[in-house]
């Protein structure tokens, strides 16, 4: 993909406000407006730039000419972020992804489609950060470490080297992670927590060491299942 491509930010909320500060003082791209699904849309203009029905948006931002980002937060164990970005990737659009020129990036790590890397994170080698993560600032992500898709890392998180970041979890601030570990999908990790062992999918772990509350993080969440 070039560099200096315009997009279209799905959203209108805190995020995608950040979503556009960021990528319009720290980015080659430009913001060229915004869109909501017509059931949340309550206003037409955002920082001057129209804010456009979601189920109008290639009619506005052709694909061919537009790229998108979905700026949505950790809402639903971050199933709406999911789920839009994947009806915008039906729609045809590619995703960019930001990192801040105050993040620290070995030259060898990856990073997916639609993500999100604030100031003053520190991805070191052999990191694999996935699509659709959002990683808030003042994180630190240990050698050969993997985040899958879908997460949402808060800020001040140590995450040792070699562990596995489950797909779609949450990691509250400053939680601590011990080397090697496989954090299991869709976990909920509390704030200050310490993880030394391995966890269970769909689980919430507060304290240290980090232990499983009885609600699983489905509930914790409010998360809709189908």
Same mark, same amino acid.
């Given at each position: 993909?070039?560099?200096?491509?315009? /997009?279209?930010?799905?959203?209108?909320?805190?995020?995608?406000?950040?979503?556009?500060?960021?990528?319009?003082?720290?980015?080659?791209?430009?913001?060229? @407006?915004?869109?909501?699904?017509?059931?949340?849309?309550?206003?037409?203009?955002?920082?001057? /730039?129209?804010?456009?029905?979601?189920?109008?948006?290639?009619?506005?931002?052709?694909?061919?000419?537009?790229?998108?980002? !979905?700026?949505?937060?950790?809402?639903?164990?971050?199933?709406?972020?999911?789920? /839009?970005?994947?009806?915008?990737?039906?729609? @045809?659009?590619?995703? !960019?992804?930001?990192?801040?020129?105050?993040?620290?990036?070995?030259?060898?790590?990856?990073?997916?489609?639609?993500?999100?890397?604030?100031?003053?994170?520190?991805?070191?080698?052999?990191?694999?950060?996935?699509?659709?993560?959002?990683?808030?600032?003042?994180?630190? !992500?240990?050698?050969?470490?993997?985040?899958?898709?879908?997460?949402?890392?808060?800020?001040?998180?140590?995450?040792?080297?070699?562990?596995?970041?489950?797909?779609?979890?949450?990691?509250?601030?400053?939680?601590?992670?011990?080397?090697?570990?496989?954090? @299991?999908?869709?976990?909920?990790?509390?704030?200050?927590?310490?993880?030394?062992?391995?966890?269970?999918?769909?689980?919430?772990?507060?304290?240290?060491?980090?232990?499983?509350?009885?609600?699983?993080?489905?509930?914790?969440?409010?998360?809709?299942?189908?």
């Amino acid at each position: 993909m070039s560099e200096g491509e315009k /997009l279209v930010v799905v959203g209108d909320g805190e995020q995608a406000e950040l979503a556009y500060e960021y990528f319009t003082h720290d980015s080659p791209h430009e913001v060229a @407006g915004f869109t909501v699904e017509a059931e949340f849309l309550d206003r037409k203009e955002l920082f001057g /730039l129209p804010v456009t029905p979601f189920e109008e948006i290639t009619e506005r931002y052709d694909p061919s000419e537009f790229r998108a980002f !979905v700026a949505i937060s950790s809402t639903q164990l971050n199933r709406i972020r999911m789920r /839009l970005y994947a009806e915008v990737k039906q729609l @045809g659009y590619d995703c !960019v992804s930001y990192v801040s020129s105050n993040a620290f990036k070995w030259h060898d790590v990856e990073i997916g489609e639609n993500s999100f890397v604030f100031e003053n994170n520190v991805l070191q080698y052999g990191v694999s950060v996935g699509d659709n993560v959002i990683l808030w600032s003042g994180n630190h !992500v240990g050698h050969q470490t993997k985040i899958e898709d879908h997460c949402f890392v808060t800020s001040h998180v140590v995450i040792s080297g070699f562990c596995t970041i489950g797909r779609g979890s949450f990691l509250g601030v400053n939680s601590t992670f011990a080397d090697k570990l496989n954090v @299991g999908h869709d976990c909920v990790v509390g704030a200050g927590a310490v993880v030394v062992k391995d966890t269970e999918p769909r689980k919430v772990y507060v304290g240290n060491p980090a232990k499983p509350l009885d609600r699983d993080s489905f509930e914790t969440f409010g998360v809709q299942e189908a």
